[in-house]
Every structure is written in structure tokens, then in C-alpha cells.
């Protein structure tokens, strides 16, 4: 497909061709275009709204405004409560704490697998959920 026919599935599809695709080289634009269909807009083992929330929580971690505005949005459009974005905030608040705490103390990588296994082992040999799960 050349730029033209490109953008007028951009358009059918989006509804807008966003300004910043027009920065991507012809000789890219199309395998840019079907990669952006096939990782960001077709349903896959994830449902998109949760692929979105993980790109939220991505988004949150590496400080991009583009991405957060983004993923929010999307999350939101693929059927996102305000209470499911707030919990995948927090959760990676906890999970960007977590690794900041274990990192910063160095703690032993492989006494931490060996812990981590035991604790899933015996939560599925008890056949518990983690805690609070529903």
C-alpha cells in the first residue's frame, strides 16, 4: 500500500490520522501501521482493555505523558472503570516500591525465587488465592 491508501485505513479505522504518523518515513509507515494494528488494536490472549491497563502501569513507570494520556484513554474507550485505572496505579506504585526496596537492598535474587515459589506452593496446595483475591 503506498502513504495515501495507508492513511485513508488510518482514517477508517481512527477516525483522525494523529500528526505524528506523518513523521514516520514512507519506506516504514506501512509495517509501522500494521504493527500498531496488530499490538495496540486486535484482541489477542489478553483482552485489550487489560493490555491497556498494563500499558497504563508502563506508561506510569517509564513518565511518559504521551503514553499515559494514551493508554488511559484507550483503557477507558475498551470499557475501563475510573476504579480499574486508579487500582492499576496503585498496584504499580507497590510493584515500582517493591523493586526499588529489593533492589536498593540487594537482596538475594535466588533466595527470593526459592521464597516466592514456596509461598505459590503452598497457596495452591491450600488452594488459596493471594490475599483479597475474589
Known sequence: MNRTQINQEVKQTLGVVPSFFNMIPDDAFEAEW????????????????????????????????YCLHYQTEMAKAAGATNAEIEDTIRYTKCTNGWSSYLTG??????????????????????????????
Open 34 to 65: 500494521q504493527l500498531f494494528k496488530r499490538d495496540e488494536m486486535s484482541e489477542g490472549p489478553i483482552p485489550l482493555k487489560y493490555r491497556y491497563l498494563i500499558g497504563l502501569a508502563v506508561a506510569a513507570t517509564i513518565k511518559c505523558k
Open 105 to 134: 537492598l540487594q537482596i538475594d535474587f535466588e533466595q527470593f525465587k526459592k521464597e516466592v515459589n514456596q509461598a505459590c506452593d503452598h497457596m495452591r496446595a491450600n488452594q488459596k488465592q493471594p490475599v483479597g483475591a475474589r
